[in-house]
Structures are given as C-alpha cells and as structure tokens.
C-alpha cells in the first residue's frame, strides 16, 4: 500500500495557510474569472432558449436575461473584464490562461449542449474551429492588453 508522507491534519494545515495568505488582489481575481464565466455562459445561450425561458420579455431573444438598458454595459463587460484579469496578474501565463478560462468552460459546456442536438462533429467542422478560435484569441489578447497594461503602470 502507497502512504502519504504527509499525515491529514498535516495537509489540512497546509491548505488552511494557502488559504489565509490568499490576497485581496487573488479574491477579486477569482471573483472576475467567476464573473466573466457567468457572462460568456449566459452569451452562449441560444436566443431560441431565452424566449422560451423569459416569454413575457420582449427584448430576451436579443439581450437574453438583461434589460436593453443594461445590455451594452454586458456587451463592455464581455471585454473589460479579461482586461482587468490581465491586468491583475503578475505572469503574462497566467494572465492568458485566466483570461482566457472562461472561454474553454464556456465553449466546452456550449459544444457539449450541441452535441445533443446536432452531432458529435460540431466541434471539428470549419466554421465552427475558426468561430471559436476567434473567441479565444480574443479573450487571450485582451487578458495580455491588461498584462501590458500593468507593466505600462508598474504595479505590485
């Protein structure tokens, strides 16, 4: 039999001091990839979806679960906050790599919702490779904008 070389209450303890030192600047950034999951989730939802979910609205099948009012402040959202991951994070890796996670949930939980419906070779047909490929440079390129952004500034 394999043992640890550690004992529980050992590895508890290690996790509970990785978890006391994490920073205000750490929450908010787990606090913005959360937030930028929840928004792309919600952008890949099919309009079909939202009438039938919302069908007193009459605005759900173009800005889904928002009001027109507070759509264009998603639609800035949607690219501010890859920015602002960016900007937060001390290694361009992981700049890219956060900003660019939700993307990879998203566009995985939404291929995964095709498949039901229209096969399991959705993801590998063209326009579909080159549409989500789009999504993820965009969000990579905005998560280093941020990145470069704080080096610009000289911060932490």
């Not at 640890?4 to 994490?22: A, F, V």
């Not at 890949?44 to 605005?59: E, F, N, Y």
């Not at 590998?124 to 490929?133: C, E, F, G, K, R």
């Amino acid at each position: 039999m394999l043992q640890s070389s550690t004992t529980g209450s050992e590895t508890e303890r290690k996790l509970h001091i990785s978890i006391m030192t994490l920073t205000r600047w750490d929450i908010l950034l787990i606090c913005m990839v959360l937030l930028e999951t929840a928004l792309v989730c919600m952008a890949l939802v099919p309009a079909q979806l939202w009438t039938r979910l919302l069908p007193s609205s009459t605005t759900s099948a173009l800005n889904g679960p928002f009001p027109p009012a507070i759509a264009p402040v998603v639609t800035a959202l949607l690219y501010l906050v890859p920015t602002v991951i960016g900007f937060l994070c001390r290694q361009w890796q992981r700049a890219l790599l956060l900003a660019t996670l939700p993307a990879w949930l998203g566009l995985g939980a939404f291929l995964i919702a095709a498949t039901f419906k229209v096969g399991a070779f959705y993801l590998v047909s063209p326009d579909h490779v080159s549409a989500n490929l789009s999504v993820l440079e965009l969000f990579a390129v905005l998560g280093g904008i941020g990145w470069l952004g704080r080096h610009l500034f000289k911060l932490r």
